[in-house]
């Protein structure tokens, strides 16, 4: 009696962890590729067994008779305005389905390429391949890197795509996800429209990698630039918003590398990658530590190979600013800003990385406690009033000559608006300029951190990026 009570509660068991593992899910995601570009394809519900998935997906027209998955087809039910199956499904991973029309003259299968993505079911995001490590990161927040055996790297832009980085001579995965950019090694032929990532290949000298640049040689403030085009190997292709697609066409031009500000064209994004150059978009500016842009050395060191490199030269920099005493507060504030041609002063964000360089130099922003809504822009625009009450009892200013190269005095200053007269900085003598090849100068961004913390303790050091006016 007891044996027979026994099976009996094995088999309840049995059943209840069969049922337990039949679930409904949402997906994570969806995409589809094929067709005329017409019909849109929905799917909304996947049945997980322990055996199997099935999903339910929706055509945007009443016209579908069947879905064919390998050489199984299954019939559709249609209303008004849709079709939809339910059909077995890959789950993460890509898979093909014919679906046959009605709508033409004569019945015809149109191939889709289908990918569903369940987060919860997915054991390695690259198919096929086994996660081995990730890239350890000390500031950088914008992008992460999982590396796969094979040497496959895969980078995570955070808002944005991810990127699958094959080395030389390997295949591209089967069954990847359509929404991964497949970058495959080597790139030699590169255009280069994020400007203020040529600092960092030029460190990783790997400028030999670019063909193409988005600025002309006299925009250039990196040495490694300017030798490349005086010799031709570094040719204009036009800016990032106008592109030259018959020259990056000709050349054969391999990958392009843009800032964020390519969202302002996406069409010009549509088209490179029509013509099959894939695009890179850099993140780094959305940093807010100042060595988190610098780390993006290691994003690029993993698009080139170069991980040690990368990894070095990050490590020298991040030393440079690890001293004793170096982030303790000297009590004074100052103010970083230009005035533009109608009139209004642009300052820094207080969120800003400009802000937090001020921070780790042992300065106070004088704008730091500013109340900002609805904006993460890097600048922010006041009145010559606001600016005033902000920042006139501010210990030292800092015009940000980058933009406006017109300040080489003082009394250049004064004469933009005469209220700069009753600053107390002005009064003093305390007022610097910043260097134009500051914001092209990634790679050192500690630099500016040093000379922000030599102008405050005013030790008389070796400036590289800050001036002061007489």
């Not at 027979?4 to 094995?10: Q, S």
């Not at 089967?174 to 994020?194: C, D, H, K, S, T």
């Not at 391999?254 to 994004?269: F, G, N, R």
Request: with cysteine.
């Amino acid at each position: 009696m007891l044996k027979k009570a026994c099976i009996l509660l094995f088999i309840l068991c049995l059943s209840w962890s069969v049922v337990r593992a039949d679930m409904t899910l949402v997906p994570d995601g969806f995409s589809f590729s094929g067709g005329s570009g017409r019909i849109t394809i929905t799917c909304d519900e996947v049945i997980v067994t322990d055996r199997d998935a099935v999903a339910k997906i929706v055509f945007s027209s009443p016209n579908y008779a069947y879905v064919r998955v390998d050489d199984t087809e299954y019939p559709t039910t249609t209303d008004e305005h849709t079709s939809w199956a339910q059909i077995p499904v890959q789950i993460n991973h890509a898979f093909d389905i014919q679906a046959m029309t009605t709508a033409m003259s004569t019945p015809h299968e149109i191939t889709y390429s289908i990918y569903i993505r369940v987060d919860s079911l997915a054991e390695s995001a690259v198919p096929g391949l086994k996660w081995v490590s990730a890239l350890l990161l000390q500031y950088a927040e914008c992008f992460a890197v999982d590396y796969y055996e094979g040497g496959y790297a895969l980078l995570h832009i955070r808002d944005d795509r991810d990127y699958l980085v094959v080395p030389d001579g390997m295949p591209v995965p089967e069954g990847l996800n359509p929404e991964i950019v497949v970058l495959q090694r080597p790139f030699e032929r590169i255009y280069m429209a994020a400007t203020s990532v040529m600092s960092l290949f030029d460190a990783l000298d790997a400028v030999d990698k670019l063909r193409f640049s988005s600025l002309g040689q006299a925009d250039w403030y990196i040495d490694g630039a300017i030798r490349a085009m005086e010799s031709g190997d570094l040719l204009y292709a036009g800016k990032y918003d106008t592109p030259d697609y018959e020259s990056l066409v000709r050349e054969d031009c391999d990958l392009a590398i843009e800032s964020t500000m390519i969202a302002h064209v996406p069409k010009v994004q549509e088209l490179l990658e029509l013509l099959g150059i894939p695009v890179f978009v850099d993140h780094s500016s959305y940093e807010r530590h100042p060595l988190g842009r610098t780390e993006w050395i290691k994003a690029y060191g993993v698009l080139l190979g170069m991980e040690e490199a990368a990894e070095a030269i990050f490590k020298a920099q991040a030393d440079r600013i690890a001293v004793p005493g170096m982030e303790e507060k000297t009590g004074k504030t100052l103010a970083f800003f230009y005035i533009s041609t109608n009139g209004t002063v642009v300052v820094r964000h207080p969120e800003d990385y400009i802000a937090r360089m001020i921070e780790m130099a042992g300065g106070t922003y004088v704008l730091a406690d500013m109340p900002v809504i609805g904006t993460s822009s890097p600048s922010l625009s006041l009145s010559m009033e606001e600016f005033y009450g902000a920042a006139a009892d501010a210990d030292y200013l800092i015009y940000n000559a980058v933009i406006d190269t017109s300040m080489a005095s003082i009394s250049d200053l004064t004469a933009r608006n005469e209220l700069f007269q009753d600053f107390k900085a002005v009064s003093a003598g305390r007022v610097w300029t910043a260097d134009r090849r500051l914001f092209q100068a990634t790679d050192t961004a500690c630099d500016l951190i040093l000379d922000i913390h030599h102008m405050l303790e005013e030790d008389g050091a070796e400036m590289t990026f800050l001036r002061k006016l007489e």
